[in-house]
């Protein structure tokens, strides 16, 4: 059995943010999990952000499978700077609506590399949604102490997005 406790709750405030960060995290969990609700200011239906572990911008490396209800895509993303997490709302989607996601990553603390997953979708109501699922790898066998949510492309998360950070403790 497992339980998930809350450890920390970030919720931007007026004037948005460029980032979403936890720091400090405790190293008393086996696992992690981010539950992320939100939106960007940049005019796009959809857009992306960025995600560092202990502001490392060094040896991520993932696949990627997203669609639009039409159009399924697939792509690897090898040795970049940051893990990536497609599918926020942007300010062209439906007003007031936010994108959902779930960041998962299992054995933070032990001296492996750190594998990672996300299952995000947004939300529109218009023709344009996107789901998407990723599997990544952080090759570096540091525990992870932080983790920061970047907006991409110059943007900000805007008021009342969303993240809380969940620690897996298992019985």
Known sequence: ??????????????GGASSIDFT???????DLVIKISARNDRANVVDYYKVKFNSSATSYSERVVYGNGTNPTSES????????NFAINGASSTASTFSNTEFTIPNYT??????????????NNATTAYAALTGGLWSNTAAITSISFESANFANFVQYSTATLYGIRKY
């Open 1 to 14: 059995m497992a339980n998930m406790i809350p450890i920390s709750t970030v919720t931007v405030g007026s």
């Open 110 to 123: 032990s001296a492996n590399f750190k594998s990672y997953s996300t299952d995000a979708v947004t939300e």
């Open 24 to 30: 400090s995290i405790p190293q008393t969990y086996t």
């Open 77 to 84: 993303n090898n040795a970049t700077t940051y893990a990536f």
